[in-house]
């Protein structure tokens, strides 16, 4: 017998070893080098968790009991799989297209961005998943009680589930919310998985093949002892294979575990026709020695043993405790993969659709205000996770890890699959409106409720056995085993039955005689028309919105550098430099798209609907929008992408035309500002050269004028040594000493130069600027020179300060220096780095006006760039430079 | 003049191609489904007669192999798709 | 008396010419700042005006306009400075009436003989 200190400890390595793989696999991600993780080989393998510990130890004890019936847990699939063209297409493209971030999500998005449809399914599937976690939790602890028999039991099986599942809630909170990605992609559990899903299928073949072949004779053995078998009695029931075929397929696509990894993690739509073949291989391989374990556990076990054990106790009664090891790893895998996915895809429901939803309510006037939404999204995930896996040890602590949790994955499937018509629904027909769906998944979850869920405790613990033989109020027809006088049924696919039934007839005739809202229609050509290329159906009207404050709005929400990332590339698409995009409908949608990523569908469009108030979406414009066709939608839109294109082309040219009269205009001034800039001190030289020559001059002035010609002498050389440095940069001949410097000690430098620091406060983040990077040490004070004099110079506030922000990322290094004075006027902001460009007043500023310019040519020497960052109340410059 | 004939007929080949690789993948589910569903009637059968029944191992053995074609159907069918680019927009 | 005002924003010019007509007997008011020039006109009311073309906050044309506007000053010698020795300033200036035009560098005894000139007083 293997001591079961050293399975614990055989357990923890593993679970060590998974702790490096994630850790591993997101480092990889990081720095760039994860493109072999989003490959369809560890997408299919992703898709593994779909075979819990219920599949790993249940399908034999399933066999044993009802012989070939298991295999509909996994021709369900299968046949979904196979046939990913019709539907899982179609969900990954408008998963895509829409950014949806859970199968709540989907509904909420396609129903007109309903907050209270994203909740609903959010708790459906809460009240689904729980029981289930349940089960992974019990099959841990029956498992290793497996191995502690005989021996001293120092672990209570309670402790075992508890540590279980807080090890599971620690990995989860690590890997799964350790940032927010638009995307609600997660690299390391992914990897993790992959690694697990290998470890069960190897278990499960290692396992067969010893059974076959070491323990029954062989292939021919195994099937003459299949027929002789207490298997070989079993007898198909029609009812049983076609319904149990249909839940498992229903619960494979709205499993939100499944939606996680099927539709939200991937990455490619190719993907989906590799596991098309992959994933299906897999399944039929998990369950290929099911039959042969179980018939051979039967003849060789003393009756009354477990069957749902026997992948365990087969080995061990053999003296394989390599193999049982293997067996229990497998397993452990397939317990703990389970839970990970549900966890995150739970954990994502429950904070987009419930908490931030009731926060930003709470909050009034929602995204309007400061305050950091990235932060309470976050801590709401982790502390969801916690809740869930409690939830599930809960339950598994009520029910007692009795005889009831053995029915437990098709209750759960039940439930989940009461979303199927919505969700079919919701991507097929145009006509499907929020009251349908709404009513279809109560009806559903109710009946599911009354007719599985609530019995499945047995009688007199949730209901009475007085209702179960008659009924609710005593009426025959609504017992809850016999609906509508219905005997005879196999109690699963009473069920199954008259939930889907009930359900899809309550979508149906709400969708038919409730009439959508406008976003809900906007919504629906959304969804139907994933296929159709070109811009999407309107969702906002252009509005006097200001791009500066969305740009706040979004740097809170999804962080700066990606926010700031969005409305650049928003902004090329349009033609425009800078970061300020216009805000067309367009852009709004891409950036409301961009949002949900983070925080939903309903809640992004609540936050611009918001920001963007007043001027945009009146309901008739959207009825207007709405109202359309769909061919007349899909004419206009393919006009629209070329007048699009058209528009765009003539803003470039547009653009290109004006800078080139803007280049001559410039031309003229900058001779007319050279010749200025010359001749004002040769005045002052040429005045008080004559002055000296006159032999009156009394003694005493002559050394002031002296004095003054000298320091007019030194401004011409100055300006001289500036418009040649520049001209120098300009052409590119300028000669850089490149060599490793501190970032820090150019900083200082700076500082110290500039004699920045006794007129304006000055804020460095110290620890950030140890960093070192190879440049031109003197070019590069010269320019951190400049910008301090200008904000010493320029920012007229009571207490001037200058932060100076160093930021980091793994290809560039940026520096921001902001001020707290005035800023630059938008007007402005193009123009401060042309010579002789100064925003305000010239006097004050001492120089000619070149240094800005000076800075952006020393900038794009070093292979970088400057530019002025709008939205952040004081003058804002970015300095970006490229690593290595 | 040729080459363009010959470029319209490429296009018509190919959008052919596409139709019939995309019906395939509609129709092979659908197939699937129902090769899955035959042993309900073959297996009632021996509540008839219990001795014309079909042995338990002859239906696993059905099973698997259908499962295993439909894989390889799949696998061919994905290729297919991949290479002629169906689908895409 | 003559009187001038040097409408004027480099420290050094200014200092230049009021050491140039402080010598030569006139009395000499100086101004560096755009805005206010026209106030400051009417207050010293000077009767010749010495102004530079690029002035912060105001342009030298634009005050040249205003001042030409008011009734007192419609007649009174503006002697114009430019750095920036376009023809087309020198064209600006006299259509907008300026009784004279200069480009720095300028000669000290030729702005003399040119504002003596100006305001009729015998060499």
Known sequence: MLSLDLLIFVSLIYVAFLFGVAFWAERASDAGRGGWMRTPLIYTLSLSIYCTAWTFYGAVGFAARSGLEFLTIYLGPTVVLIGWWLILRRLVRIARAERITSIADLLSSRFGKSALLGGLVTVMAVVGTTPYIALQLQSVTTSISVFAMGTQNILSSTNIALWTAAGLAVFTIVFGTRNLDVNERHSGVVMAI???????????????????????????????????????????????????????????????????????????????????????????LMSLFVIPIAVVGLDILPAGSNPDLFVLTLPLSAEQNGLAMLAFLGGFSSATSMVIVAAIALSTMISNHIVTPIWLRARGQGATISGDVRSVVLISRRISIIGILTLGYLYYRISGGGAALASIGLI???????????????????????????????????????????????????????????????MQWLRPTALFGIQGLDPVVHAVFWSIL??????????????????????????????????????????????????????????????????????????????????????????????????????????????????????????????????????????EAKSGELTTTARKLRDANN??????????????????????????????????????LAEGDR????????????????????????????????????????????????????????????????????????????????????????????????????????????????????????????????????KFARASDHTKAGGAGLGLAICREIISNLGGQIFYLPGQRGAAFRISLPRD | MIGKRDQTMKRAANAARGQRLTDSALILPCVGMILFLLPIMWLRSSEVAPAAGIATSTALIYLFVVWAGLICCALGLALLIKRFGVGRS | MRHVLLIEDEPNIIEALSFIFLRDGWKVDAHSDGANAVATTVQTAPNAIILDVMLPNRSGFEILEELRSLPDYKDIPILMLTAKGQTKDRDTAIARGATQYMTKPFSNAEVLKTMNALVGHAP
């Open chain 1, 194 to 284: 992959a690694v697990e899903a290998i470890v069960k299928l190897l278990a499960l073949l290692a396992v067969g093949v010893f059974v076959v072949w070491g323990l029954a004779g062989g292939a021919g053995d195994v099937l003459a002892r299949i027929d002789a078998s207490p298997i070989s009695q079993w007898e198909v029931s029609t009812g049983r294979w076609i319904g149990l075929t249909f839940l498992s397929a229903a619960a494979f696509l709205c499993l939100p575990r499944m939606f996680q990894v099927m539709v939200v993690e991937n990455s490619e739509e190719s993907h989906l026709a590799t596991a098309s073949w992959a994933f299906p291989l897999y399944l039929l």
């Open chain 1, 412 to 474: 759960s499937f039940a439930g989940i699959a009461q979303i199927l018509p919505v969700m079919l629904g919701g991507i097929f027909w145009q006509g499907a409106t929020k009251i349908g769906a709404l009513a279809g998944l109560i009806c559903g979850l109710l009946v599911w409720s009354y007719t599985m869920f609530l019995p499945s405790f047995g009688p007199e613990v949730l209901i009475s056995q007085e209702l179960i033989d008659h009924g609710l109020w005593g």
């Open chain 1, 502 to 639: 009930l359900n899809s007839f309550a979508f149906v005739a709400g969708s038919i005689l409730s009439r959508p809202s406008p976003l809900e229609r906007v919504q629906a050509v959304q969804f139907i028309s994933a296929f159709d290329s070109g811009p999407s159906a309107r969702g906002w009207q252009r509005g006097a919105t200001d791009a500066e404050d969305l740009l706040g709005m979004a740097q809170r929400i999804i962080g700066a550098a990606q926010a700031q990332n969005l409305f650049r590339t928003a902004a090329q698409r349009q033609g425009k430099q800078g970061y300020l995009p216009d805000p067309t409908p367009q852009f709004l949608e891409t950036l409301e798209r961009g949002l949900a990523g983070s925080v939903g569908a309903a809640t992004a469009h609540a936050m611009l609907g918001q920001m963007a108030r007043g001027s945009s979406v009146t309901v008739e414009d959207l009825m207007a929008v709405a109202d359309e066709t769909a061919q007349i939608m899909e004419y206009s839109n393919q006009l």
């Open chain 1, 659 to 696: 800078k080139l009269t803007t280049l001559s205009i410039q031309k003229d001034a900058f001779l007319s500002q050279i010749s200025h800039e010359l001749r004002t001190p040769m005045t002052s030289i040429r005045a008080f050269s004559e002055i000296l020559q006159d032999p009156d």
């Open chain 1, 703 to 834: 050394p002031k004028y002296a004095r003054i010609i000298e320091d007019e002498t030194q401004r011409l050389t100055r300006l001289l040594d500036d418009l040649l440095d520049l001209s120098v940069l300009e052409n590119g001949q300028v000669s850089l000493e490149l060599r490793q410097a501190s970032l820090r000690d150019i900083l200082d430098r700076a500082q110290a130069s500039a004699n920045a620091g006794q007129h304006i406060k000055i804020r460095r983040s110290a620890g950030r600027e140890d960093i070192s990077i190879l440049t031109d040490p003197d070019r590069l004070t010269q320019v951190f020179i400049n910008l301090m004099s200008n904000a010493v110079k320029y920012c007229e506030v009571p207490q001037p300060e200058l932060r100076i922000i160093v930021t980091e990322t793994p290809v560039a290094m940026t520096v921001d220096f902001i001020d707290n004075g005035d800023g630059v006027d938008k007007a402005n902001q193009d123009m401060i780095f042309e």
